[in-house]
Every structure is written in structure tokens, then in C-alpha cells.
């Protein structure tokens, strides 16, 4: 039981280049999360899923897409990535169970845009 | 939407002492709290959750209270040791919205002194 699994770990980009960051959770939740982490500012969500079939924007969405391909995946993509999006992104995933609240984390992807 | 503040930024303990972190939230029907644990270079942990039909809750040298009218809740953590040293964060949702939307504090670096 791996729980929620992000590829890659780290990612070093140029200016203007595109890519995707993969997520797949094996805990059978409905919904995913992405956030990015900055010093200082805490975990702000870029974008989420609520259940297989739906995504919808969160605080951070600007230059960032998603799809949510199945129940277990759920990527994010930088279609043209900036310097302003050097971050470490989280994905996430929780039950909908009502019981059920709390999120579980992946070990995280540090991008540096340069 | 919502906007939960949280305060201190830092603190720093001795050993043995007790460290309180202050979170206020915005949204009178967020009904969920949870705290996060967060060691240098890891993923988010959760450590204790609150819901809001609950007005304190202990697990061990952690507490939370809640204080729905004030929209306050605070982690209490007693006798603190080395392994406390971490960045906490607060975070509040509504999960009546048919998702479990997390909307976080900047979080609190906590540094116990041995």
C-alpha cells in the first residue's frame, strides 16, 4: 500500500518549457488535491478534483492545467513554465466519505524554473 | 472564500516546556480543523483533527480547542521534546460543499531548545 505516489521528486526546467507532474493514490479516495508549498506562504491549492470526472480551480490556478485520468491519477502540467512557478508541489487525496476527512500527502516535487 | 491566519510565524521552546500556536478562520461554516506535522524535506502529517460539533480534543501531549463563536481553534502541545522541532500547520474546510477543499495558515517553525 504505497498511498500516494508523485513523480518526478525533482525537476529542474528552463524558462518556457512544459511538463507534468504524475500523482496516483492506491487508497480508493475520491478526491485529489494539488497544492505548492513557498516559504512563507504556507499550502496554497492550485487545483482539485472531487471526484473521477471533475476538476475545478483553487486559490493558484493561473499557467497550471490538470486532469484527472481515472480514480487513481490525477497530473498537473505547466504548459510554459516561469521562474514565478519555482515550488514544491503536493499532491493529495481524501475519502468523501463524510467519516473521513483528513488528506493524505505525497512526498512532494521540488521544480526549480530557471 | 475562506482565509485562515495563524500566528506565531516561529517559536522557539526549551525542552520540557509547553508551545501554543493560534489559528483564526474567516468562513462561520467551516466545521473541520486539522493540524499538520511537517519535518524539514517531508511531506505533511496529520497529527490531530477537529471537527466543529467538538470543543477540545487530546491525543496524548497534543490538544486542540475550538471556539466557534470567536472562529479560533489552537494546538497545544505539553512537555515538548526534540522531535516536536517542525513546521505546524492549521487548516480549515467545509465539508458541506460535497469536497474537502483544505485552505491552510502559513504554518509555525517550532524549534524546542534541549
Keep these: ?114 | 472564500g475562506e482565509n485562515v491566519e495563524q500566528h506565531p510565524s516561529t517559536l522557539s521552546v526549551q525542552e520540557g516546556d509547553s508551545a501554543v500556536i493560534k489559528c483564526t478562520y474567516s468562513d462561520s461554516a467551516s466545521n473541520y480543523f486539522p493540524w499538520y506535522k511537517q519535518e524539514l524535506g517531508k511531506r505533511p502529517q496529520l497529527i490531530i483533527d477537529i471537527r466543529s460539533n467538538v470543543g477540545e480534543k487530546k491525543d496524548q501531549r497534543i490538544a486542540v480547542t475550538l471556539n466557534k463563536t470567536a472562529k479560533h481553534f489552537s494546538l497545544h502541545i505539553t512537555e515538548t521534546q526534540p522531535e516536536d522541532s517542525a513546521v505546524y500547520f492549521c487548516a480549515a474546510s467545509n465539508s458541506g460543499a460535497g469536497s474537502y477543499q483544505l485552505t491552510f495558515g502559513k504554518g509555525t517553525k517550532l524549534s524546542v531548545i534541549p
Design chain 1, 1 to 114: 500500500n504505497a498511498g500516494v505516489t508523485q513523480t518526478p521528486k525533482f525537476q529542474v526546467l528552463k524558462t518556457g518549457q512544459s511538463m507534468t507532474l504524475q500523482c496516483a493514490q492506491d487508497m480508493n479516495h475520491n478526491s485529489m488535491y494539488w497544492y505548492r508549498q513557498d516559504p512563507g506562504m504556507g499550502l496554497r491549492l492550485i487545483y482539485y478534483s472531487a471526484s473521477e470526472g471533475t476538476t475545478d480551480k483553487g486559490e493558484v490556478p493561473n499557467g497550471y492545467n490538470v486532469s484527472r485520468l481515472n480514480k487513481r491519477e490525477f497530473s498537473l502540467r505547466l504548459e510554459s513554465a516561469a521562474p514565478s512557478q519555482t515550488s514544491v508541489y503536493f499532491c493529495a487525496s481524501s475519502a468523501l466519505d463524510r467519516l473521513i476527512y483528513g488528506y493524505t500527502f505525497g512526498s512532494g516535487t521540488r521544480l526549480t524554473v530557471v
